[in-house]
C-alpha cells in the first residue's frame, strides 16, 4: 500500500507537471534525469521555518548549525532554488519544468540541518523525515502528497494542517494539539502525548492521537478519530465519521 502510494503520487506529479508544459506550450524545460550525480551545498542561515514545494527526500535534523545539502542527478540539482526570507528557508525549482521519467530511484535528496524549526510547510511531493526536535511550538502543513515523519517532538503546542493525500507520522510529546484535516491523508499520533487536543475534520482522512486530559473536536465528513487516554470530551459528528476511543495506552 505504502510503495502504491509513492508510485501514484509520482505519477500524479508528472502528469500535472506534464499538463502544464501542454497548456503554457513555451517556456517549458523538459528534463531527463541524468545518470550522474552529484552533491552541493548552499550557504543558508537565519531560518526558524521551511517551506517545500518541489519534490524529493527531506532529511531534517536538529543541530549548532544551520546547513543545506542537495544531492541527485546533476541536471536537476542546478534546478532547485533556495533562499531564504524573513526567517523562512523556500525549497522550490527555479523554471516551469517537466521531468518525463520521474521515479524513486532519481530522487532529490535534502539534507537541512536546523538551529530551530517551529514551521514546516509541503506544497509539493515530499518523503521528509525529522529526526528529534525540541522547540517551543511546531506547525506542519502539508497540502500536497508524500508523508511527514516527525519522530520524538517535544513542544509545548503543535498545530498540524492536512489539505492534500499525504500522511503525517508524529511521536513525542506536546502539551497542547491542534488537528485540522480536509484532504483524504491521515495523521498517525498514538505515540504523541498530549494533554488536551482539538480535532476538525471535514474530508475523508482520520486520525489517531494519545490524549489525556481534554478532547474536543468536530467532525463533518467521512473521516474518524481514534483516540488512547481517558480524557474528558466535547465532540460533535454530523457526517459519517465518528470518535473512537481506544481505552487506556
Do not use: H
Not at 511527514?148 to 498540524?160: A, E, P
Not at 500522511?167 to 494539539?177: F, K, Y
Amino acid at each position: 500500500m505504502k510503495i502504491r502510494i509513492v508510485l501514484t503520487a509520482l505519477l500524479l506529479l508528472s502528469l500535472s507537471l506534464t499538463s502544464c508544459s501542454v497548456l503554457s506550450n513555451a517556456g517549458v524545460k523538459i528534463i531527463t534525469p541524468s545518470n550522474v550525480n552529484m552533491s552541493e551545498n548552499r550557504d543558508v542561515s537565519g531560518f526558524t521555518a521551511i517551506e517545500f514545494s518541489t519534490y524529493g527526500k527531506v532529511n531534517i535534523i536538529q543541530g549548532d548549525k544551520e546547513s543545506l545539502n542537495i544531492s541527485g542527478p546533476d541536471n536537476l540539482v542546478p534546478e532547485i532554488s533556495t533562499t531564504v526570507s524573513n526567517g523562512t528557508l523556500m525549497i522550490k525549482t527555479t523554471n516551469n519544468i517537466t521531468v518525463p521519467t520521474l521515479s524513486t530511484e532519481n530522487m532529490l535528496t535534502f539534507t537541512i540541518v536546523v538551529k530551530e524549526l517551529t514551521s514546516l510547510s509541503v506544497s509539493g511531493f515530499g518523503d521528509v523525515q525529522i529526526e528529534t526536535l525540541s522547540t517551543p511550538s511546531m506547525s506542519i502543513n502539508m497540502s500536497g502528497a508524500g508523508k511527514i515523519v516527525q519522530n520524538q517532538l517535544s513542544t509545548d503546542k503543535v498545530n498540524v494542517t492536512l489539505s492534500g493525500a499525504g500522511d503525517i507520522d508524529i511521536s513525542g510529546e506536546a502539551t497542547q494539539a491542534s488537528v485540522d484535516i480536509s484532504g483524504a491523508g491521515s495523521i498517525n499520533a498514538p505515540d504523541l502525548k498530549v494533554q488536551t487536543a482539538n480535532v476538525t475534520i471535514s474530508g475523508l482522512g482520520g486520525a489517531t492521537l494519545w490524549v489525556t486530559d481534554q478532547l474536543t473536536g468536530n467532525i463533518s465528513g467521512a473521516g474518524s478519530v481514534s483516540y488512547y487516554g481517558n480524557p474528558q470530551t466535547n465532540t460533535n459528528s454530523s457526517g459519517l465519521g465518528k470518535f473512537n476511543s481506544l481505552g487506556n495506552k
